[in-house]
């Protein structure tokens, strides 16, 4: 099997880690960029966003729930509030499915973890809670598109016959001439 070049091992793994995470986080984390740590940031994306995440064995899924079990038993709570977060806005998990996996790590990982990954996950569920009303009220507040109506001319009217004008006969006024009488 030909090995990738680097370029495209980065290119394949920042997909992945944008189908996984999300484009705003990404795009976030991208910002913290310097020259300092640009080259731990390029072998992240090119290991474990490419060929670790990209690799066939094991379903996205089953990889989301992996990473949480694992954060949760090493106590990385930043990184595990990220991938549970990430896991329910991508709809790679439904939040019964984090439970079982929370419930599992508390017999494996240890109760005081269990009850933090529970915390920080009842913390995420409801900011994502919060975000969907808010989005549903801005989206009840706008006003349905108003529906541009035809404005018609208006219907003629019966042409009115013209107004007669009332208009008494004149009469000259000229005095009666007498007939005269002959005698």
């Known amino acids: 099997m030909a090995r990738k070049t680097l370029d495209t091992a980065f290119a394949d793994g920042?997909?992945?880690r944008r189908e996984v995470l999300g484009d705003a986080w990404v795009d976030k984390s991208l910002q913290t960029r310097t020259d300092f740590n640009a080259e731990f940031l390029d072998l992240i994306t090119r290991y474990a966003w490419d060929d670790i995440w990209n690799r066939p064995?094991?379903?996205?899924?089953?990889?989301?729930?992996?990473?949480?079990a694992?954060?949760?038993?090493?106590?990385?709570?930043?990184?595990f509030s990220l991938h549970c977060k990430a896991s329910l806005e991508q709809k790679?998990?439904?939040?019964?499915?984090?439970?079982e996996v929370l419930l599992q790590g508390a017999i494996y990982c240890g109760v005081p973890a269990a009850n933090t990954a529970f915390?920080?996950?009842?913390?995420?569920?409801?900011?994502?809670?919060a975000a969907q009303k808010m989005k549903s009220a801005a989206r009840a507040a706008k006003p349905a598109k108003a529906v541009k109506s035809i404005k018609t001319a208006?219907?003629?009217?019966?042409p009115e016959a013209p107004k007669k004008i009332?208009?008494?006969k004149k009469t000259r006024n000229t005095p009666k001439t007498k007939k005269a009488k002959s005698a």
């Open 14 to 16: 920042m997909k992945r």
């Open 57 to 68: 064995g094991l379903p996205r899924k089953t990889r989301r729930m992996l990473v949480l």
């Open 70 to 79: 694992m954060t949760m038993g090493m106590g990385r709570w930043e990184e």
């Open 92 to 99: 790679d998990l439904t939040t019964d499915q984090i439970k």
């Open 119 to 129: 915390k920080e996950t009842k913390m995420i569920i409801a900011e994502l809670e």
């Open 154 to 158: 208006p219907k003629p009217s019966k």
């Open 166 to 168: 009332k208009t008494e």
